[in-house]
């Protein structure tokens, strides 16, 4: 077999039987940019963020898209690829330290995991996991691959057996259904702050002194719809001049930043005259927003950071939403 490029995906407990039984890769909208350059034939795996699990090998039976089967995962993860098994599917634990032994930049996601800081690896990265895999790894089972949603509904109509009357729980299941649908046009017609939102897993980086404890950022941010570990608080003025802006380019654990007071020259600016410069003119990067008072001033207030994250969270929905309803005349 030819090896060509090697590509890790990222699933949750709740994906990842989908995945597997659709022959299906796929995770969040802006994630797509990352896995354009995937082919026919590269060789992949998929990363359990909840497990630190690696399987596979698959691979890649056709080129990404978006929404090539717009029903999985209920359209939350529309940054997609065809797979199919190669031989017996196996798995892998710990799967975050293979990685950094392989010399893959990871990221920090949450729970202790690191993530792949990109998907697509080079054809030698591939041929070592492979081996790993195939001299280290577990033979698995449907039994044993993951949770599919249904699986999640079946483990939840059990525990609440001996309180639902019996021959109820299809009428449960349509009228949860039909209040999902509800959901999802409220959303896209009154388009905000959101649960959709929180599902393609938000996470913000917050830059530069605040004039507020970092407990109440924490509480406007909750109040929005946000939890604390989707919040990355770097609030050290000294300490950010020594930030390389270089690691936020085509990364995928930040989906947006609010900059607040920085120097004017922090690691990685290249040419460019400040952090703002670079982000506006450079592509690659997540968006942002300024903390910013009334007058123009660059400051951290529980004003400016609610409006500049209620701005960001805004932007996000409806790159969300146009993601998720490419067929649709774009929310603007």
Known sequence: MSLKKCFIMLSLNTTQQEAIDRGLFGEIGRSFMHIQEIEPGDIGFLFNLDSDALIGPFEASSKPGMNLVPEAWDGKYPSQVHVKPIGYLKRIDDASRVLNSLDIETDEFRYD???????VHS??????LLAIIQSRGTRITQADSGSSKKDTENEEIERLQGRIPKGLEKILHGVAEKERKRAVKELRDNLGVSSELSEQEIRLLVLGPA???????YAIAKNLGLEKDQLELRLDYDKNKRFDVTSLKFSRRYSGILIGPIAHKIVGLGDYNGLIQKLRQEEGYPIFEELKEKEGELKITKTSFKNSLQKILDRLGRQIANQLWPDQAPVK
């Open 113 to 119: 995991v690191r993530v792949p800081r990109f998907p």
């Open 123 to 128: 054809w030698d990265k591939a041929e070592k």
């Open 211 to 217: 004039g507020v404890e970092p407990n109440i950022l």
